[in-house]
């Protein structure tokens, strides 16, 4: 695990991050002043009970939501005030996103899906980049194969073979497990572990098992929409001793 210290850079900072959603008796608060770097060349869980903030708050570090207020600063770019048209181009040269639900495109091969990045960035797809990112997740075998002849954890794969072969300055991860298998899981876990280990590359994800949360660096907690622990080189037990005193 990488050695973690406040003196690192963030990857991605927030800032005082505040952001509500419409109901109809009013604006509900779901993140509530923010402030939270995430250190590059590791691997950060994003935990709390249901309702927390979690997947708000990747969305905004991300810049696929855009917060009421507050910095969201990748580099010395603010993403939260970013245009639409400058938020794509961040997203798609800087920023990767692996989804719970995979979102691999069911009329193209694995081969496909994995290129896709690389096309949308109207560069020259080179296909031995793209074989080795397959290769690196163990599916070099399944490039010719659709999504449907793929297993969950399989489909997971692709997924994060599709994430890192654009080579993204970060990886935001949204409970890439939480449809899998243990041992499934278990393997999406290595592959994230093996991806800041090995290239240095910067993973943030969300996630509610104990276990996955101990191959982090870093957990962060949060409960009512605010920070309220962290918890450095985690192990399984820790993590779940932490998450039953913000569940009560």
């Known amino acids: ?26 604006a509900v608060p779901v993140l509530r002043e923010v402030s939270l770097g995430f250190p590059q060349r590791a691997l950060t869980a994003v935990m709390g009970p249901s309702g927390s903030g979690k997947t708000t708050l990747l969305n905004c570090a991300a ?9 969201v600063l990748l580099g010395d770019t603010d993403l939260a005030k970013c245009g639409e048209r400058e ?21 193209l091969t694995a081969y496909e899906n994995v ?24 599916l070099e075998d399944k490039a010719d194969r659709r999504p449907a002849q793929l297993s969950g954890g399989q489909q997971q794969r692709v997924a994060i073979a599709r994430t890192l072969v ?12 939480g449809s899998l298998d ?26 509610h098992d104990p276990a996955a949360a101990a191959c982090a660096d870093r957990v962060v907690f949060l409960s ?9 080189h985690p192990t399984a037990e820790a993590v779940a001793q932490q998450l039953s005193l913000w569940e009560r």
């Open 1 to 26: 695990m990488a050695l973690l210290t406040d003196i690192r850079l963030p990857a991605v900072q927030l800032a005082a991050v505040s952001k509500s959603y419409p109901s109809a008796a009013g």
């Open 63 to 71: 810049g696929l939501d855009k917060p009421d207020s507050g910095k």
């Open 87 to 107: 938020l794509t181009v961040v997203r798609r040269s800087r920023i990767g996103f692996v989804f719970q639900q995979f979102n691999l495109l069911p009329m």
């Open 115 to 138: 290129a896709l990045p690389l096309r949308l960035q109207r560069g020259r797809v080179k296909r031995d980049r793209v074989r080795e990112a397959l290769r690196q997740v163990g």
């Open 166 to 177: 654009a080579e993204p300055e970060i990886v935001f991860a949204d409970e890439p497990t």
């Open 182 to 207: 243990r041992r499934s899981g278990r393997q999406i876990m290595e592959l994230l572990r093996d991806s800041v280990d090995r290239v240095g590359s910067t993973v943030v994800m969300v996630t």
């Open 224 to 232: 009512d929409g605010k920070v309220v622990g962290r918890l450095d």
